[in-house]
């Protein structure tokens, strides 16, 4: 039996996503990311939103986050095993999928395992645009897993570095970020500790992943003027900062009933200030305000940084014709007769 | 490129959860389900419980309803909008996803409009073994939408019952009704109006979709000794039943925190003394009292019984091969290199 169009919902897959990615260009997708998630986070206001709804167990978590606006609804789901690397996984795998609100019908069905690294550095590197200091040419990258060339990359397109020093306590890790990043026009600088990465590096970015308080970043290794990118601290009991950095910084946060709970600022008191980034890109917080203040993005990864990935994928889709119309939706002739469907199909 | 064994996830479409459905026997397949839910609910307190998780939107709500044991998760993504059919569409449409905790890998994901159907259905048939009257043998049905024969069957095929009395205020809806359930040895009675359907039955079965208050069994038509099985109830500001007769009723929910907020009890102080079915189904709470209680299950829909049909379907799946395997994860040779697999794929 032949579903009808109204049963069937695109798919993305990872072969897909990739497609896409080559089609686009990996730093134009990123840059196009990053301007829906700039345009998104400017309607802050419109978007209904909520801390993601998380399910931990002792070896990782699995979370769901949901967020909508008036027309569009979206969600992701995503798992977080740092065990799992041992054991030939994913760290982190994601999908997700774009609704219609009129309808509560899906639109598009997405592998969001390959899309979720490029917003988080799209993510980044649009912080880093707002906050970064003047002339910032150089990222020290500390943690060179799966997320590492993604940030370089974004960083390079959107804020314009031309060097990174890459650590890992895995000198594997960093080898294998040093050759992927062969070709890119970033001068990469391996580095043997942390101390030596961040050597003349104005942005600092951290994505480690363990799941335990961790100090990736001692409080005497940030001198004044930096940018700190904080990505690996992101769920309870996972910090890479020294504490006493927190209280040097100005801190900037996605959302912060999410992040007062997953982010570094769990290290603080509840009512530590921090400053939302929507009021950054919308230009009510001036952002830095001088180039000896240290800012800090302590991210956490949102909601509708997915919402923003997935419209684009979902303009891309319907340009490109990139997909599988899955049949996912029964919809028979008459809505009310399930039952008559099922007997037919017999 | 060939994905992995590893990124590759079984997908149920539709006309897969149809043939499974056949394969089965739609009673035998409601049997397992209900048989399923009710182990699930004995073990009650092994479960991670939330409400769902909703998007209101004037016309509709979009939810999400994740649950995880030790060793399982799953979510459920459903939408209401009762408007829908009007434009062809389906009221309700859902998919869903049962996950290895261990991982955080998807295992299965299934459409669950069809799924759900058989659940919901179940759910009610399996509170009814517990709660309805003895030698209960006839339903009345109001509300002959896409629950409707589902419902019918699954009391038949758990409960016993002979006969069901039908009443809809669009007469189409229940004409459709009452032909697809020829052949299945029920008697069948339509009926011109609601106070005609209650007639003899023992069971009162409310399943309408307007998302208003609303007073389909007025306190008049509920007379003592009977099951109120009221499944459309389920949002709030969406109820079926006069106030009245909650307050002669032993009430039971699946989850009081979820049941509160959307289910018939939203009309009543949120102290009101309720029963939880799992205490029923365990044993510590005996159920039905006497003859002469009036007994409601106020049904909303809880994520276990999601959670539950989905293991049902993926142990039919691996029997069957009923799937087609879906590139959903990136699962690159070495797992820190999403990267180098992005590239090696243009």
Redesign the interface.
Known sequence: ?Q?SD??LVP?V???HM??L??RVG?PEMIRRIADAIEDDFRRWESF?K?PR?A?H?P????E?M?T?N?TQ?A?K?V???PK??A?????V?A?G?L?D??????VLLS?M??LT?LRTAAMSALVAKHLAPKGADTMAMIG???Q???QSIAMQTICGITTVRLYDNDPD?TR?CAT?LTGTGLTVVPCATAEDAIEGAQILTTCTADKQYATILTDNMVGSGVHINAIGGDCPGKTELAEAILHRSSIFVEYPPQTRVEGEIQQLDPDHPVTELWTVFSGAHPGRRDAREITLFDSVGFAIEDFSALRVVHALTVETGLNLP???????D??????????R??
Chains 1, 2 share one sequence.
């Not at 070896?59 to 699995?62: A, D, F, L, Q």
């Not at 054991?87 to 760290?91: A, F, K, R």
């Open positions: 039996m579903p109204k049963a798919f897959s990872v072969d990739m497609q990615i080559h990996l209904d909520t709804v399910a167990s070896v990782g978590v699995i769901l949901p909508a008036d609804y969600f789901y798992n977080g095993h799992n690397t054991e030939g996984l994913q760290t795998t999908f999928l609704a609100v009129d309808t509560g019908y899906p592998e395992t390959m690294a060179n897993g799966a590492a060339e993604f890790a294998k992927n899955l049949d996912l939706l029964a919809d028979p008459n809505p009310r007769d399930l039952y008559g469907m099922l007997m199909a017999g």
